[in-house]
């Protein structure tokens, strides 16, 4: 099987990457840091937002050492709109990590670039072979359909066996002069011409070596298991004015979206309305009982697990002590000072809508 990954097969790829590889901001990068944050900004948000993110994420924190001195609510605000903030919180681990014991630097072995928080095998691979020129394959999803489908391969590709086989191959492909450059033009075929539903297999540079393309069913590779139905969630959220002062809570670092801020709220239960949920959510995360006033938007988000449909209120309080239960911190602030705190992109849409309207407006005094 090996033998179909001849000399020629690599030529054909990379030539094909010199003539055509996407023009991106972090392409001939070899800053093992900017290597680094532009692999973990990949891993799962979408090019066009990364690099409109990217330039602006390394002038805030141009070297290891910046990012290290950082505050975790700097680095998540710098992180805002890419999703999935682990990640960022990850990298400020990293950083603080690679300050601490390797001297601000970034090692050279994937071994032990794995072994740093937030990395795994593929940022690893990824930051080996693009920064040190270390021969050692990345997999992500791009590459693993092109080799599914190169190999022909028509098992579940959820499964250790096929997953192995499928590494295995990838690494013996691999380009040992150029191994940076060939992660790169895999990762690109993928993701331009061995694209999902329609591979453009007449443009592939490597269409003549394709098992899958021979068989008819390239199409339908990699054969994965069907997902469960995603679960959907309904939640309710006050924004609580006072004084011209807006309540947000930021959430715990750990777990999904930690140490964002957000508007209180949660769950809606089944015997409630989504007012009702309003102003019970409000009371158990911040003690204050409020007046619910107008629905000012609904906002549907989705997740990688779950979908979620917030309707958001305005508020007013009426009684009780501020007291934080659910999120770390609690603080009334002024509208023209949300901008300096990051939100999930569903709370962002929610300040959107507010901004268009002009503000905050008020809460009726009655319910
Ligand atoms: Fe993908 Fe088609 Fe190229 Fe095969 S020939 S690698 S299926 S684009």
């Keep these: 099987m090996t033998a179909r990954f001849t000399p020629a097969f690599r030529a054909a790829l990379l030539a094909h990457y010199d003539a055509e590889k996407r023009d991106l901001p972090w392409r001939g990068e070899t800053d093992p840091y900017r290597v680094w944050v532009s692999e973990v900004m990949l891993q799962q948000t979408r090019v066009e937002t990364v690099t409109a993110r990217y330039a602006a994420f390394l002038r805030e924190f141009p070297t290891i050492r910046a990012l290290a001195s950082a505050t975790e609510d700097r680095v998540l605000k710098a992180w805002e709109?890419?999703?999935y903030y682990a990640r960022a919180?990850?990298?400020l681990s990293a950083a603080r990590v690679l300050v601490a014991d390797h001297g601000g630097r970034l090692p050279r072995d994937p071994e032990a670039l794995a072994a740093l928080p937030g990395f795994g095998r593929y940022t690893a691979a990824a930051v080996a072979s693009i920064a040190f020129g270390r021969p050692v394959a990345v997999v992500d999803g791009n590459v693993l359909r092109v080799f599914a489908r190169?190999?022909?391969e028509a098992r579940d590709a959820g499964t250790a066996a096929v997953r192995a086989r499928i590494e295995g191959a990838a690494g013996s492909a691999l380009s040992r002069?150029?191994?940076?450059?060939?992660?790169?033009a895999t990762m690109d075929l993928g993701a331009t011409i061995c694209v999902p539903r329609k591979p453009r297999c007449p443009e592939c540079p490597v269409a003549r070596w394709c098992a899958g393309r021979r068989s008819g069913?390239?199409?339908s590779l990699p054969r994965k298991r069907r997902k469960a139905a995603v679960p959907h969630v309904e939640v309710a959220v006050g924004i609580v004015e006072k004084d011209?002062?807006?309540l947000i809570g930021r959430r715990p670092s750990k777990g999904l979206l930690g140490g964002l801020w957000?508007?209180?709220?949660?769950?809606r239960r089944a015997d409630e309305s989504f007012r009702e949920a309003c102003a019970r959510e409000v009371r158990e995360e911040?003690?204050?009982t409020v007046a619910v006033g107008e629905e000012v938007d609904v906002v549907r988000h989705a997740y990688s697990h779950f979908r979620v449909t917030i309707h958001a209120f305005l508020c007013r309080p009426l009684s009780g002590r501020l007291r934080a239960r659910g999120t770390t911190r609690l603080r009334f602030v002024r509208e023209s000072e949300l901008g300096r705190y990051a939100f999930p992109r569903a709370n962002g849409r929610i300040l959107e809508t507010l901004r268009a309207r002009g503000g905050m407006g008020r809460c009726p005094r009655r319910t």
């Design 150 to 152: 190169l190999l022909d």
């Design 244 to 246: 011209g002062r807006v």
């Design 217 to 219: 069913r390239a199409a």
């Design 286 to 288: 911040t003690g204050l």
């Design 81 to 83: 709109g890419l999703g």
């Design 89 to 91: 919180r990850n990298l």
């Design 177 to 184: 002069e150029r191994p940076g450059d060939w992660n790169q």
């Design 262 to 267: 957000e508007f209180p709220g949660g769950k």
